[in-house]
């Protein structure tokens, strides 16, 4: 791809400020630009992610079973009540590291699990409490006399919330569920923490070096406004495809 267009465009924003010289600098370009790929398979890996961990959380919590209930529910408190960056610090310092030993031991060879992983892991676990909390309350909206409908039909526990109960409560729940996905692709900026070479970790690499935070800044603010809108737009879309005639009306 041709870049002859980029000194005009520097040279052009010069006299607003704005130092954008390392787009020039073919490492720090490429850096950059394999940075902002990173932060969008962070969020297209978390998205379903939180997503299958979210109904899951959710069918334990509505299971009607207490102690499977009771663990889930301290899992979620204890998830949701302390910081994403807290917790994957403790995954990927004290967690990764007991697994790392561990394999050594047993003679298993190298640990699989990079950052970029944990990261994923985390971040899917952290937002898929807040999914699940939002699924519950869908899943209990769910009227009896639907319910009552389904098992006269003969439908098991199990098929009960496979077919009726999670497929309605994801319509009730959907608004809910598309913020906090808006919520998990800003999350993922907590990759750079750890040094996984996100957007953020690749920016801070490069002002480190120049005098341009504010303009990298403003770049990482436009490429997450671009994510965060995307999946807004997906989720009105699918408000509007999924919007359920006689609800709310």
Not at 7 to 17: E, F, I, K, S, Y
Not at 48 to 67: F, M, Q
Not at 82 to 90: E, G, I, W
Not at 190 to 202: F, L, R
Request: hydrophobic content about 55%.
């Amino acid at each position: 791809m041709s870049t002859d267009w980029l000194p005009q465009a520097v040279d052009a924003l010069r006299p607003l400020g704005l130092n954008y010289a390392f787009v020039l600098d073919t490492s720090e370009r490429q850096a950059f630009v394999r940075g902002m790929i990173v932060t969008l398979q962070l969020a297209l890996l978390t998205i379903p992610g939180s997503l299958a961990a979210g109904v899951a959380l959710a069918a334990a919590l509505t299971s009607g079973r207490p102690s499977l209930e009771r663990t889930a529910r301290a899992f979620v408190e204890v998830t949701r009540n302390t910081p994403t960056l807290v917790q994957l610090y403790c995954a990927f310092l004290v967690l990764n590291m007991l697994i790392t030993q561990q394999l050594r031991d047993w003679g298993a060879g190298n640990n699989p699990l990079t950052p970029f992983v944990w990261v994923v892991i985390v971040v899917s676990l952290h937002k898929g409490v807040f999914h699940a909390e939002a699924l519950r309350a869908g899943i209990e909206a769910v009227p009896a006399t639907t319910l009552e409908a389904a098992r006269s039909l003969g439908f098991s526990q199990r098929q009960l919330l496979a077919r009726v109960q999670l497929p309605l409560a994801v319509r009730f729940a959907l608004p809910s569920l598309i913020n906090n996905l808006v919520d998990l692709v800003k999350m993922t900026a907590v990759a750079s923490a750890i040094a996984v070479g996100d957007v953020t970790y690749e920016s801070i690499m490069i002002w480190s070096q120049r005098d341009n935070v504010l303009e990298l800044l403003l770049l990482i603010l436009l490429w997450f406004g671009l994510l965060t809108w995307l999946v807004s737009l997906a989720g009105r879309w699918l408000e509007h495809h999924w919007r359920m005639p006689g609800y709310g009306q």
